[in-house]
Nanobody
């Protein structure tokens, strides 16, 4: 079993930035994908970024150019840099490390 922990959420004003971290309790060997999702109240969970073990990234149009997913020096850590945040980015952000989900971290964008 792998535990996944997200951190870095919080309150930010529109136009601000946050960096989320996702840490897995152990290194996963082989080919895998780490994905960030978010879920706003009353809405379905949606993908906001993904990165493969080979470093290939993918973003939906809603965040492209504003969000950047990257791997840390430790293979069990992934980051999500979020810039130019808007009110619509308010949600709980979840990390899915391979097939393991974290508990989520709240991001609130408010003036």
């Amino acid at each position: 079993q792998v535990q996944v922990v997200e951190s870095g959420g919080g309150y930010v004003q529109p136009g601000g930035s946050l960096r989320l971290s996702c840490a897995a309790s152990r290194t996963i060997v082989g080919i895998y994908v780490v994905a960030w999702y978010r879920q706003a109240p009353g809405k379905q969970r949606e993908l906001v970024a993904s990165i493969t073990s080979g470093g290939i990234t993918n973003y939906p149009d809603s965040v492209k150019g504003r969000f950047t997913v990257s791997r840390g020096n430790a293979k069990n850590t992934v980051y999500l840099q979020m810039n130019s945040l808007t009110l619509q980015d308010t949600a709980v952000y979840y990390c899915k490390f391979h097939s393991y989900w974290g508990q989520g971290t709240q991001v609130t964008v408010s003036s």
